[in-house]
């Protein structure tokens, strides 16, 4: 493996993939490639295809006119890149190369944490139920620290929320409905039960996050669940859609796995229309239970206190509980805590005004996502992004003006 020559006037970028899906790479990766390379020096670090992760030929043909220099990983042991261990050899060739900033892709957290410079995952920027466009992105310091929210002066506080409040009352009045009885009768759910919800993560052989899971597998996760509760109390599970489009094996596995515990756990199927399952089981359920899922939003936006099965961060004002007797004890009592509304809004706002990003935005550039990863909370590029998110900049209103900049400590 060899290093080009350093640039002294280029800042230096490495992109690390080992975790990207051909669409990804091309629909998301390059472009962001391209917008690093009108201005820097840029590295890409990918293994060769395998479990449909990496780089195959056929992938770079669009790439061509790329002034980037590609290190292709294709050493025997390539899979493991994918694995979270330190990778020792990849840490050599990026302090080579010397970047001033890492933008990976990658289920590893152990190799990048060595990686000099500043160093970021490429994230989904989708939070639901105020979408963004598929391939829209964030980039975070952890893999999955879902609903960081930082200290903010109150005035910037503010003026998020009243910017999203009109968008927030048209969400509610749109989001799908049907009373609690209905939805138990066609959802075959018992009445009378503490209804607990457990969106599943995606299960395939491309998806290596799923080495941060708390169980192996969404059939252990929904058996050992099951076996903590009692007889008052049922849990309610919706297949990720991409299980359910191609009726995986582990989408099967699952099933199977249900209709033994039909006691205890219920699957939802879309009972309000098309791709309603887990918005109508997250608007009847008493809580939620997930570990890596993004349903967490969803579950923020209709007030639902929340329990994590995670080592990654979570922002104190979801009032994340971690043990489960517990966590049905509060429901029951009344006890449990749940997102509030002002600071759902306030987060939701600001996570569209500060965090996403659109690799096909054709102004996107080095400086923007330099800014991005180096200051992980500017109000300067908030009227941007949120007129980006309306479509329409005359919706906002003007900014504070020279407020006090917000921390970086998440709230």
Known sequence: MHVVSKSAFKPRVVFYLPAVIPWWFTNIIVPMIRAVARGGEVHVLVPPFWSCTGIRP?????CGDLDVTWHILDGEDHPDLRFSKMHAGVVDLVRQIDPQLCLCRSADIVTP????????????GHAEPFGTRHWNVQLCDGLFDHGIMPALDPSLGDWLESALSQQWEQKAATFPFMER??????????SGKLLLALPLDFEHAEVFWDQHFPYPNNVELINALADQLDDDTMLL????????KHLSP???AVNRAVRQRLDKVRIVHDVAGPDTATRMMLRHCDGMIFGISKCFTTAAFLGKPMMRLSQFESGDWLGISTEL???????????ARAPAKADALRWFAFHHANNVIDPLDPELDLTQLMDHAAHPVNPARWERGLARYFGDASLLSPMPSDPALPGLRAA
């Open 58 to 62: 056929e992938d770079l043909v669009g």
């Open 113 to 124: 944490s060595a990686f000099p410079g500043v160093v970021r995952y490429i994230m989904e």
């Open 250 to 252: 582990e989408f099967l």
């Open 237 to 244: 599970v919706t297949h990720h859609p991409l299980n359910a």
């Open 181 to 190: 009885d209905e939805f138990l009768a066609k959802a075959a759910i018992p």
């Open 325 to 335: 007797p517990e966590f049905v004890n509060a429901l029951r009592s009344g006890a």
